[in-house]
Structures are given as structure tokens and as C-alpha cells.
């Protein structure tokens, strides 16, 4: 057999086995597959008002970076190189870096986004054993916080949804937040 024919082994990772690295492998699967959806969403309704004025070309670029950053991602899982928790903590931050300027295209998209990124983050969790799932909830929570806070202090919306997002942010059921108002 030829030694260019066989595969190099993997390098090993102290304390994550393989079943860590296929889990990260399948969560990027997903994220592939939702950057596809985002961008092919993004050009079908290009012409719609789903959008704030000029923001339609915004969230194509931001969906088309997220492909391409889940793209990029392949290549670290494959090669194991940086360490698994430093590529999941890297995975998820892109996460809610790029579903917050995603969210800030729309209002009408801002809802269904957030909830997106609270799959993200949980299954993070899954992915990671539960390790640093406070941390990946707190980033999201500010940053949800932040953005929305960004949103009305630009005009785009009233502080009656503030309240909305807040919570989800905190993670309250939708029936529990409606009583709220």
C-alpha cells in the first residue's frame, strides 16, 4: 500500500474524544445548512418590505458571511486545531455576532432570529457537555439587549417591544410576557 494513499490519523485532543468533535462537526452541519437557507431567503425576498429601507443588501452580505465563516469552520474541525472548546466558544460568538447584525436588518425578521440563536446556544450546550452554556446565554442576552436598545435609540422601534426583548432574553414563555403589558 502506498504511504500517500493512507490517511494521516487525526491529532488527539486531551480530555474530548471523536464523538465531541463529530457532534461540533454536525452542529456546523447545521449551521451550513441555515447560512444556505438565510442567503437563498435573503435573494428570494430581495424585493420585498420584509426589510428596513436599504437593509435588504445588509442582510445578504451578512447571510453570505455567515456561509462563508461556517465554510471556514469545516476547516478547523477537520484538522482539530484550535482545541475543541476554543472552536465552539468561536462558533457560537459568531453566532450571535451575526444573528444581531442580521436582526438589525429587520424588525419583522428580529423575533424569528432570536430564536434561532437560542437553538444555537443550547445545543452549543448539548455540543459542549455544559460547559460555558452560562457564559454563551449571558453574551446572547446582552447582545440581544444591546442591539435592541441600538434599534430604538435609531428610531426603529418602541419601547413597548423592548419588553419583548427582554423576555427573551431572560428566557420568559411568551404567554408569561404578554400578561406583562
Do not use: K
Not at 103 to 108: A, L, N, P, V
Amino acid at each position: 500500500m502506498n504511504a500517500a494513499a493512507t490517511s494521516m490519523p487525526r491529532p488527539t485532543t486531551p480530555g474530548y474524544f471523536a464523538s465531541h468533535w463529530r457532534s461540533l462537526d454536525y452542529f456546523n452541519l447545521y449551521r451550513l445548512t441555515l447560512a444556505a437557507a438565510l442567503v437563498f431567503s435573503g435573494l428570494l425576498f430581495s424585493t420585498s418590505d420584509l426589510f428596513r429601507q436599504s437593509a435588504n443588501g445588509r442582510f445578504q452580505s451578512y447571510a453570505f458571511a455567515y456561509l462563508m465563516i461556517a465554510a471556514l469552520f469545516v476547516l478547523g474541525i477537520r484538522a482539530r486545531w484550535p482545541g475543541f472548546q476554543i472552536q465552539l466558544t468561536a462558533h457560537i460568538t459568531a453566532d450571535i455576532v451575526l444573528f444581531m447584525l442580521m436582526m438589525s436588518t429587520s424588525e419583522q425578521l428580529a423575533s424569528g432570529l432570536g430564536l434561532l440563536l437560542a437553538i444555537s446556544i443550547a445545543s452549543g450546550g448539548l455540543v459542549g457537555s455544559g460547559r460555558l452554556t452560562l457564559l454563551y446565554a449571558a453574551m446572547a442576552s446582552i447582545a440581544v439587549l444591546l442591539q435592541h436598545g441600538f434599534s430604538i435609540l435609531g428610531g426603529g422601534q418602541g419601547m413597548t417591544v423592548f419588553s419583548r426583548s427582554v423576555c427573551y432574553a431572560q428566557d420568559i414563555s411568551p404567554s408569561a410576557c404578554w400578561r406583562m403589558h
